[in-house]
Nanobody
Framework: QVQLMESGGGSVQSGGSLRLSCAAS????????MGWFRQYPGKEHEAVAS???????TYVNSVKGRFTISQDNTKNTLYLQMNSLKPEDTAMYYC????????????????????????WGQGTQVTVSS
């Protein structure tokens, strides 16, 4: 059974930084695509960043140059370093992994788009004040 557990969210002022972590079990992070999504209240999930099994990364335009996705395969953990945070980054952030069982979201490299993001964590809240 796949379990994804996010941590590291919190409140920060505009221009500040946070690092999110996602501890994965029931899968091997080096073998699947991993990603970060965020959700604003009343809105659909939005893809933020993904990393494939070759380490290739993809970012949504709004976070390019500010956010960095990475993973430590020895710890089976995914990270999102968020710098120069803006109030519009305020959202619930979710860790996700692709799987072959189904899902609605496809994002990232050609390798990532072979399967949907179908395994999700519970989310961690990020709040950026101006």
């Amino acid at each position: 059974q796949v379990q994804l557990m996010e941590s590291g969210g919190g409140s920060v002022q505009s221009g500040g930084s946070l690092r999110l972590s996602c501890a994965a079990s029931g899968l091997t992070t080096s073998s699947v695509c991993m990603g970060w999504f965020r959700q604003y209240p009343g809105k659909e999930h939005e893809a933020v960043a993904s990393i494939d099994s070759d380490g290739m990364t993809t970012y949504v335009n709004s976070v390019k140059g500010r956010f960095t996705i990475s993973q430590d395969n020895t710890k089976n953990t995914l990270y999102l370093q968020m710098n120069s945070l803006k109030p519009e980054d305020t959202a619930m952030y979710y860790c996700a992994a692709t799987n072959s069982r189904g899902g609605r979201w496809y994002f990232g490299t050609t390798r990532c788009r072979q399967f949907p993001f179908g395994s999700w964590g519970q989310g961690t809240q990020v709040t950026v004040s101006s």
